[in-house]
T-cell receptor
């Protein structure tokens, strides 16, 4: 089956620093990748949708300058949390679509803790 | 706008018994997809089962089956012969036509009692 690798699985950083999270489709080309945020015991909240080679589409209320998304290739999308603050602490999950296949494949998530 | 509602925050089932998780959704579309995802303590999202709205037959995957009632906009998940490994958060999700955006419900935490 299709595998999506997300790295790192957890990261602790100081307030004010930036953190980059990578999402890779290992055995397929991902035409579209999605980034979600999940608070404890809550559902997944879609943050943005990224297509290879184009700018990401952000959901309402998500700061595009805070959460930078780059989908440079068909197998890699990155989420950079810039100038992180404690309120950015959360579980971030990526997912990828193979195009016409009506399935999403999820990464294993990244727990971000900002001190 | 489309919405997905899971009215059961938590459910418990005895090992080897059957449990049904509820999900309702709202949409004006006729062609869409519905999913059940499992999120175990590892937090890895795992696809359990998928239903295409234009198919009247309920989807089945081994011990997992759905009761898809299109007119009622209901999509429940039945887990038969529950196992300890079934303990997880279960999310119902909707995907409309022409988009890969999934709308997730708030989840149901399933506990399996030995």
């Amino acid at each position: 089956g299709a595998v999506v690798s997300q790295h790192p699985s957890w990261v602790i950083c100081k307030s004010g620093t930036s953190v980059k999270i990578e999402c890779r489709s290992l055995d397929f080309q991902a035409t579209t990748m999605f980034w979600y945020r999940q608070f404890p015991k809550q559902s997944l909240m879609l943050m943005a949708t990224s297509n290879e080679g184009s700018k990401a589409t952000y959901e309402q209320g998500v700061e595009k300058d805070k959460f930078l998304i780059n989908h440079a290739s068909l197998t890699l999308s990155t989420l950079t949390v810039t100038s992180a603050h404690p309120e950015d602490s959360s579980f971030y999950i990526c997912s990828a679509s193979m195009g016409s296949v009506e399935k999403l494949f999820f990464g294993s998530g990244t727990q971000l803790s900002v001190l | 706008a489309q919405t997905v509602t899971q009215s059961q925050p938590e459910m418990s089932v005895q090992e080897a018994e059957t449990v049904t998780l509820s999900c309702t959704y709202d949409t004006s579309e006729s062609d869409y997809y519905l999913f059940w995802y499992k999120q175990p303590p590892s937090r890895q999202m795992i696809l359990v089962i998928r239903q295409e709205a234009y198919k009247q037959q309920n989807a089945t995957e081994n011990r997992f089956s759905v009761n898809f009632q299109k007119a009622a906009k209901s999509f429940s998940l039945k887990i038969s012969d529950s196992q300890l490994g079934d303990a997880a958060m279960y999310f119902c999700a909707y995907k409309g036509p022409g988009t890969y955006k999934y709308i997730f419900g708030t989840g149901t935490r399933l506990k399996v009692l030995a």
